[in-house]
């Protein structure tokens, strides 16, 4: 469902180059939830951004089901939901016109959009607010009503920025229980997130990202006997604190 082929983007900052994402390769099947992990600026949302189609690559490829992002922008958008803490809501509307915008603007027809509006509130737990105001939503509630928005095309696959970031344990709790839910309808998804602990109770995969480059790759079973760690955080403090950011010499040589 997503390829993602020798990734690369550079940047220029006063006139020095910055390499954001260095030949990332990764891929993501249907029922997989794949975790793009590392600390703030390893590279991870501006992956995301050029797997969407929104950031053209300095080189490399990423497809999504089929379609390469830079050739068909448009065509790929309509293939992803997305989920980021960044992400905000329109104040003035209510949960239900929100989401019945957002269908229409994907071609949804108006007896399919009910349909499945009817289908997330149930899901989610919408149909107390459904008709309130976003601007007098609890930050728990408007993040239920992000996941129902970035859902109510029923796209094959979901993108997830750091979707735990502001919420409690019970926000946070929401959000397990969703991206199980999609794993079950066989969705590709890709969690992108510093916090590693969670992305241990979620993924199927991980991908470790530092400074741009995937160090690290498999499930956490592989994970555990390539690295002798218990847990990612401990994997990942293994890497970024060797010396000249090199894997660890095996037999002590």
């Not at 020095?16 to 390769?25: P, R, T, W």
């Not at 603007?105 to 107390?128: K, N, V």
């Amino acid at each position: 469902m997503i390829s993602v082929h020798e990734l690369t983007k550079h940047f220029q900052s006063s006139g020095d180059e910055i390499v954001a994402v260095d030949h990332l390769s990764f891929s993501v099947a249907a029922g997989e939830v794949y975790g793009l992990l590392g600390p703030n600026g390893a590279g991870k949302t501006t992956t995301l951004r050029m797997i969407l189609g929104l950031l053209k690559p300095t080189d490399g490829y990423a497809e999504v089901a089929g379609l390469r992002s830079s050739e068909s922008p448009n065509d790929v958008k309509r293939c992803i939901g997305l989920v980021s803490a960044s992400a905000g809501l329109y104040q003035w509307l209510s949960p239900r016109e929100l989401l019945l915008f957002f269908a229409d603007l994907y071609g949804i027809t108006p007896s399919t959009a009910q349909q499945r509006l009817t289908e997330l509130s149930g899901l989610l737990g919408l149909s107390d607010y459904l008709d309130r105001r976003c601007a007098t939503l609890s930050t728990g509630q408007k993040q239920r009503v992000q996941l129902a928005r970035a859902l109510i095309h029923d796209p094959p696959i979901m993108l997830f920025d750091e979707p735990t970031r502001g919420l409690d344990v019970l926000g946070s709790q929401v959000i397990f229980e969703y991206i199980g839910h999609l794993r079950d309808r066989g969705k590709a998804v890709i969690v992108s997130t510093h916090r590693l602990h969670e992305a241990q109770r979620l993924c199927d995969r991980f991908g470790l990202l530092h400074q741009g480059r995937l160090v690290r790759e498999g499930n956490l079973e592989d994970l555990q006997a390539a690295t002798g760690c218990e847990t990612l955080v401990e994997m990942f403090m293994q890497y970024v604190e060797a010396p000249a950011f090199e894997l660890p010499a095996e037999n002590g040589t």
